[in-house]
């Protein structure tokens, strides 16, 4: 099973501020088969990123997500207030499609 | 507008079973594989299990095999979830979730999740 490990497990930063959150396989991912999702409290999840740099439908470009290998980073340029939440990333290259524990991101 | 609502949680003693549903519409369902997640009171999210879009492939996590059965019925447009000998771990909110691709052959990210059901596992 791979492992994922998310840091920070907490972000505080201000809106207009820069975000960056990271990622790390416990082995290489295939094809770059990670993804990232957001959820904010009593909402399901939803889907920013897949195979780590494409942006889902609908979804602002000032979420960028990048990396290969075993380490992969969400980068949100300029938050804004509606971007505070938890953010999770996901492998999906084969079964057990693992998730990292969660970084929240929230308001300094 | 892609829609998934899952039913059928509830509070249900150790040892005893439910069955979760999830209702799908405004796409082809039996053009996507399809999941479930839980996610137990104020932790992560966890993959439970998955199917192909005929059923021919279906995956579980260790936690689960041997207890849950995941199916569908396409003609129903409807995705289910048998949990038996339930667990006090158990307890969660399930999601169905949709797949990205039609079967479980990597390359699955989920692109919609409905808005869950609750398990409650206790006497």
């Known amino acids: 099973e791979i492992v994922l490990t998310q840091s920070p497990d907490t972000l505080s930063l201000s809106p207009g501020e820069r975000a960056t959150l990271s990622c790390r396989a416990s082995?290489?991912?295939?094809?770059?088969?990670l993804a990232w999702y957001q959820q904010k409290p009593g909402q399901a999840p939803r889907l920013l990123i897949y195979?780590?740099?494409s942006r889902a439908t609908g979804i602002p470009d000032r979420f960028t997500g990048s990396g290969s290998g075993t380490d992969f980073t969400l980068t949100i340029s300029r938050l804004e207030p509606e971007d505070f939440a938890v953010f999770y990333c996901?492998?999906?290259?084969?079964?057990?499609?693992?998730f990292g524990q969660g970084t929240k991101l929230e308001i300094k | 507008e892609v829609q998934l609502v899952e039913s059928g949680g509830g509070l249900v003693q150790p040892g005893r079973s439910l069955r979760l549903s999830c209702a799908a519409s405004?796409?082809?369902?039996?053009?996507?594989?399809m999941h479930w997640v839980r996610q137990a009171p104020g932790k992560g999210l966890e993959w439970v299990s998955g199917?192909?879009?005929?059923?021919?492939?279906?995956g579980y996590a260790d936690s689960v095999k041997g207890r849950f059965t995941i199916s569908r019925d396409n003609a129903k447009n409807s995705l289910y979830l048998q949990v038996n000998s339930l667990r006090g771990e158990d307890t969660a909110f399930y999601y169905c979730?949709?797949?990205?691709?039609?079967?479980?052959?990597?390359?699955?990210?989920?692109?919609?999740w409905g808005q869950g059901t609750q398990v409650t596992v206790s006497s």
């Open positions: 195979r780590a740099s």
């Open positions: 082995q290489s991912l295939s094809s770059s088969y």
């Open positions: 996901q492998q999906y290259g084969g079964s057990p499609y693992t």
């Open positions: 405004g796409f082809t369902f039996d053009d996507y594989a």
């Open positions: 199917i192909s879009w005929n059923s021919n492939h279906v």
């Open positions: 979730a949709k797949d990205s691709q039609w079967e479980l052959h990597g390359d699955n990210w989920f692109d919609t």
